[in-house]
């Protein structure tokens, strides 16, 4: 059993869309990160969460951390080419010291 | 701006032979982490360092083994290598756990 569970594991879009990633568990974690990984190249950590209800923007990236810290949300407002990739989350179990992956949500945006 | 680096991002190597895969972080980060992702798989953490000369498996160490003498360099080694260790491997480096991963570009590795 997957300890984080992403969906949609496939998003192909047309650009100008919005679209919302989701990463669930049911575990508590002490943060959260998303990273975006293009064909070829290692993750790039875009955002760590680290409060129960957090929200933080990335130019039109909006992630939130879930209020009981079990699960986030990456929400892109009009996706753009560049934004394609596979998109992790990762999350830290309190004492855990490693993090956890998902297995990722793969986007396309379509020009 | 921080950097981790892989030594290769490309080798081919024969079934059998020991292979060293380099990884060196500039950030004097503590922590560092090996990886590897196939596809349907994702991130699988092979083995795992918190301090120098020291280390932990981590899901998947069989097959593998890894030398940590100097805090900025952890190498992953295999020491005979097969055609299931075909894969893209991926060092990582962190500080505090929190704050995340700083990865490398990583290394496709085809051993035929």
């Known amino acids: 059993t997957q300890l984080l569970e992403q969906s949609p594991q496939f998003l192909s879009i047309q650009e100008g869309e919005n679209l919302t990633v989701y990463c669930n568990s049911s575990?508590?974690?002490?943060?959260l990160q998303w990273y975006r990984q293009e064909p070829g190249e290692g993750p790039v950590l875009l955002v760590t969460v680290v409060t129960g209800g957090e929200v933080k923007k990335l130019k039109r990236l909006t992630f939130q951390f879930g209020d009981a810290r079990k699960d986030s949300s990456l929400h892109i407002t009009a996706a753009q080419p560049g934004d394609t990739g596979l998109y992790l989350c990762?999350?830290?179990?309190?004492?855990?010291?490693?993090?956890?992956f998902g297995d990722g949500t793969t986007l396309t945006v379509k020009p | 701006d921080v950097k981790v680096t892989q030594s290769s991002r490309y080798l081919v190597k024969r079934t059998g032979e020991k292979v060293f895969l380099e990884c060196v972080q500039d950030m004097d980060h503590e922590n560092m982490f090996w990886y590897r992702q196939d596809p349907g798989l994702g991130l699988r953490l092979i083995y795992f360092?918190?301090?120098?000369?020291?280390?932990e498996k981590g899901d998947i160490p069989e097959g593998y083994s890894v030398s940590r003498e100097k805090k900025e360099r952890f190498s992953l080694i295999l020491e005979s290598a097969s055609t299931n260790q075909t894969s893209m491997y991926l060092c990582a480096s962190s500080t505090e756990m929190n704050y995340g991963y700083t990865f490398g570009s990583g290394t496709r590795l085809t051993v035929v």
């Open positions: 360092s918190y301090d120098v000369k020291m280390k």
């Open positions: 575990s508590v974690f002490s943060s």
């Open positions: 990762a999350g830290v179990r309190t004492n855990a010291g490693k993090s956890t």
